[in-house]
Every structure is written in structure tokens, then in C-alpha cells.
């Protein structure tokens, strides 16, 4: 009769008694001592108990309160009454709450619920929780999850005090490719006493390295490939205006830098005006890009370059002057910080190949989009009126004009060309990294090595000189350091010219001449 009237007060109360959990348990956990707390909770999780994540997460959200002895959770919405004292929490005990939550929440219905659990926990592998684990592993029909899961099971037994079930552990784990797994083998291979587990952690440990050595293989040549398709893009406006039409232009890294601000203008506006449509600012930036760049190079072209044709190095000073122009002018209208480009979320995360291998969708767009722009200028070089009159200018320019080439003209339009495909490198590397006044100024030096180490006037030379230094970059990266390998290819390109003045693909007869 008494326990019926408390029970009625509390409810009145807004209070719901903690009852559905053994009270000593839900006692301990929510007052006891700091280890008998953490040993309450492990208990309560061992058993599965279904009212235990309410709980929790109650405690969690300072709903939890001890009255006559009991723990009692308090209602949403509800004032707790002065008399009841609320637990406390530390650190530790709040790390053993998320802890249990997420050992809870593998049994979740909802894969993501579960694989963010099994993320929380890939560090945690406490053999306490084992029984849970492998209740979870059970009922588990995802077969990613249950990769996971198996490695998380396999972690607890490593924690056992059972040396067999230790060693069993560690063969298991010997299959994985995980660099979190070799970690916890090498944490644990240090404090292992029994002789045989010892060496059958090593074993382990030296089977994950080799298979994580293949992932960091194919990690750089992709990041190599990867940077070799953005100099690629890059050099290839540049192989029109300098390879083909002699122009040394320094103003080309600000005509990327005009690109990459075009892209950003659009998806300003389409975030203004066109919020829904946000995901396909990406296909109105890349003409934006290319008109933007390509009318400031005709511009250029028209006012200064067309009086200084043969005459590189007044060109070169000249171009070095717009170039500063040009800097100014987007410090003046957008400002002197960095601004960010956004990717759309096609093209956000990345695909996952290995652990330590993952594959970002806007590296692998821009690997496509390069092929691409390379296709198209190739073709339009070889199979357009207008690339048989560039060629014909760039071969003999007064013989094309004593056939009715308009000369003036086809420089015009052959230089807007280069700075468009200058433009469109711009918007491509928008999505890779902030746009800045100073963008152009990081990449122009590259592209000229691509360019003269290609071979003056020649495609396919800029398309394996830009591939190979990439990949040849990197691997002095992560040997040397990147101001070492850049200094090591300065001299590498030194070393080219002076055997090979034309480059390592130039092209062979009298054009060259």
C-alpha cells in the first residue's frame, strides 16, 4: 500500500521511476562510486536490457534524479522537485555513457544508426562489451557492417585475459586493412606477456603494413596523377599562347584567377536567386569561366600583344604588367581575402577503395573534365577551320595570309581560346581549394615547365610532360619534402633543355625551323 502511494506521488509529479532497470542497478549507476558506477554499467549492458539506452540518456540529459532512495527520470517538460539530487558525471563516466549508447545502438534497426555506433566504437573494443558485440554480430545481415563488427569482436578478445582467446584474436585480425587495427595491435603487442600471442600480434602487425604499403602506392600515384591533370589544364591555354603563338605570357596564371572568380560570381548568384538549384551552379560556371577568361585575353590580345608579336621579351614584360593590372582589379571588386568555392554535393566525399585509399569525386572529375578539354581542343585543333588557320599561321604566317587568311583575326581568336581553356582550369581548380588574388600565381611557373618540357607547339608532349611531373612530384614529396622536389625538378628541367633545347617531344622537320 505504501509503495503504491509513492509510486502514485511520483507520477504526479512528472517523475517515471527507473524500476524497469534492477534498482541497485540503476542506483549504482547513477550514485556509486566511480569504478563500482563504470562496473554497474557494464553489467546492465552485458545483460541487453531494453531500458537501459532510456536511461542513459536520461543520465545524459540531466533527467535523472535520486529521491527516497530511488533513481527516478523526470519527464520532459517537467521541473524536477528541490529535494531530489541530481547525479554527477565526470568525464569518465560521460565517456562510458556514449560509450554504452553507441554499444546500444548496434542493435538499432536503422544502418546508419548502426554504422555510426560501430564508428564510435572502432577505438573502444573493451572486452566487456563483448557479449553485446556478439549479440550484434548475430543479428547483423549488412555484410560492410558485419566486416566491421567482426574486426570490433576480434579487438574485444585481444582486451581478454584468456591468452588463447588473445592469440585467436590476433590470427583473425591478420586478414584486415585497417590502419585503426594496426594501431590497436601495436598498443596492445606492448603490454602482451604470453610468448606465443606476442608473435602471433607481430605476425599480424607485419601482414596489415603490407597490405596498407599497397594502398599508400596507389594513394600517391593517384595524388600524382591527380596533380598532373591539373597542370595539365592549366598548360594547355598556355600551349596555344606560348606553344603555338611564341607569346610568353605571364598574365596566364590571373586568367585562371579570372576563371576561378567567374565560378564564384555564379554560385553567389545561384545561391541568391536560384537556392534549389544549387547542385547545378557547376554547369553555368563552366561557360561563365570560359567567356570571362576569354574576353579578357582578347582584350589583351587586341590592345597590347598584337604590337609585340616577335618580340618575346617585350611581350613578357608587358603580359607581367596586365598581370599585376588584373590582381589589382579582383582585390578591388572581391577583396584581398580568399573566397570559397563550394562543391556541389555530387561532387562532396570521395569513393572508398581501401581504409587508407579513398578516391575524392572532385579529383576524379577533374581527371575527366582534363581528358575532356584536351579531346575537344585536340579536335578542334585537327578538324576545324579555325585550328587548320591556326596551324597555317603558326606554320607561315605570310604565306597564310597571301591565301586570304585574315592573320589578325585568327591570333585574336586563337589567343581567346588559350585563355578560355585558362578560364575553365580555373573553375576546375575552384573546386579543389579557395580562390584568391594570388591563385594564377602558384601554377604559372608549372605550366611553362609542362609546356617547354613537352615540346614548344606540341599536345601531346604538354600531355605527358604535365601526367609525369605530377607523379614524379609527388614521389619527391614524400621523399624530400615539397620545397626540395621542387627545387630537384627546376634542375631536372635545367637538365632536359640544355640536352634537349626543343623539348623531349618536339616536333621533327622544317616547321620547327
Not at 604590337?307 to 613578357?316: A, H, Q, V
Not at 594570388?438 to 604535365?466: H, K, R
Request: glycine share 10%; aromatic share 6%; charged share 15%.
Amino acid at each position: 500500500m505504501i509503495k503504491r502511494l509513492f509510486v502514485g506521488c511520483v507520477l504526479a509529479l512528472g517523475l517515471v521511476s527507473a524500476w524497469a532497470l534492477p534498482p541497485e542497478l540503476a542506483n549504482r549507476i547513477a550514485a556509486g562510486e566511480g569504478d563500482d558506477r563504470v562496473a554497474a554499467l557494464q553489467q546492465a549492458l552485458a545483460a541487453g536490457d531494453e531500458s537501459l539506452g532510456p536511461f542513459l540518456r536520461a543520465l545524459q540529459d540531466g533527467r535523472v534524479r535520486l529521491k527516497a532512495g530511488q533513481a527516478l527520470v523526470i519527464a520532459e517538460g517537467t521541473t524536477p522537485p528541490a529535494d531530489a539530487e541530481e547525479p554527477m558525471l565526470n568525464n569518465r563516466m560521460r565517456r562510458e555513457v556514449e560509450s554504452a549508447l553507441a554499444g546500444l545502438d548496434l542493435l538499432s534497426k536503422d544502418r546508419d544508426v548502426r554504422a555510426k555506433a560501430l564508428a564510435t566504437l572502432r577505438d573502444d573494443a573493451d572486452a566487456s562489451k563483448l557479449p553485446l558485440f556478439e549479440k550484434a554480430l548475430a543479428a547483423e545481415s549488412d555484410a560492410a557492417l558485419k566486416a566491421q563488427l567482426n574486426a570490433l569482436v576480434a579487438g574485444a578478445k585481444l582486451s581478454s585475459n584468456d591468452a588463447a582467446q588473445r592469440k585467436a584474436a590476433a590470427l583473425e585480425l591478420a586478414g584486415s586493412a585497417d590502419p585503426a587495427t594496426r594501431a590497436l595491435l601495436l598498443d596492445k603487442l606492448g603490454s602482451e606477456s604470453d610468448a606465443a600471442t606476442k608473435v602471433a600480434m607481430q605476425q599480424a602487425i607485419d601482414a596489415i603494413g603490407a597490405r596498407l604499403a599497397w594502398g599508400e602506392r596507389a594513394q600517391l600515384l593517384f595524388s600524382g596523377l591527380s596533380l598532373g591533370s591539373v597542370l595539365l589544364l592549366v598548360a594547355l591555354g598556355l600551349a596555344i599562347t606560348y606553344g603555338l603563338m611564341g607569346v610568353i605570357n605571364m598574365a596566364h596564371g590571373e586568367l585562371l584567377m579570372v576563371g576561378a572568380y567567374a565560378t564564384y560570381s555564379v554560385q553567389q548568384a545561384f545561391r541568391a536567386w536560384a537556392p534549389g538549384a544549387f547542385d547545378y551552379y557547376l554547369w553555368v560556371a563552366l561557360p561563365a569561366s570560359f567567356l570571362a577568361a576569354a574576353l579578357v585575353g582578347a582584350a589583351m590580345e587586341r590592345s597590347v600583344i598584337r604590337w609585340l608579336y616577335g618580340r618575346p621579351l617585350e611581350t613578357l614584360l608587358a603580359t607581367w604588367g596586365i598581370s599585376l593590372v588584373l590582381m589589382q582589379a579582383v582585390r578591388s571588386l572581391f577583396g584581398a581575402q580568399n573566397v570559397a568555392v563550394e562543391n556541389p554535393a555530387w561532387l562532396s566525399g570521395g569513393w572508398a577503395l581501401l581504409p587508407n585509399l579513398t578516391l575524392p569525386y572532385n579529383r576524379l572529375a577533374i581527371l575527366a573534365f582534363a581528358a575532356l578539354v584536351l579531346l575537344g581542343m585536340g579536335a578542334l585543333l585537327a578538324k576545324t577551320r579555325l585550328g587548320l588557320m591556326v596551324r597555317g599561321v603558326t606554320q607561315n604566317r605570310r604565306m597564310a595570309a597571301c591565301v586570304g587568311v585574315n592573320t589578325a583575326q585568327v591570333d585574336t581568336m586563337a589567343f581567346a581560346l588559350g585563355s578560355g581553356i585558362a578560364g575553365l582550369a580555373g573553375c576546375a581548380l575552384s573546386q579543389i581549394g579557395n580562390v584568391g588574388p594570388d591563385l594564377g600565381q602558384s601554377y604559372i611557373v608549372d605550366a611553362f615547365m609542362v609546356v617547354v618540357l613537352g615540346g614548344v607547339g606540341q599536345l601531346a608532349g604538354t600531355v605527358y610532360a604535365g601526367l609525369g611531373l605530377g607523379v614524379l612530384s609527388k614521389l619527391l614529396e614524400g621523399w624530400q619534402g615539397a620545397v626540395l622536389a621542387k627545387i630537384a625538378l627546376l634542375m631536372l628541367l635545367v637538365l632536359v633543355i640544355q640536352k634537349k633545347p626543343q623539348g623531349l617531344f618536339a616536333l621533327k622537320g622544317r616547321s620547327v625551323e
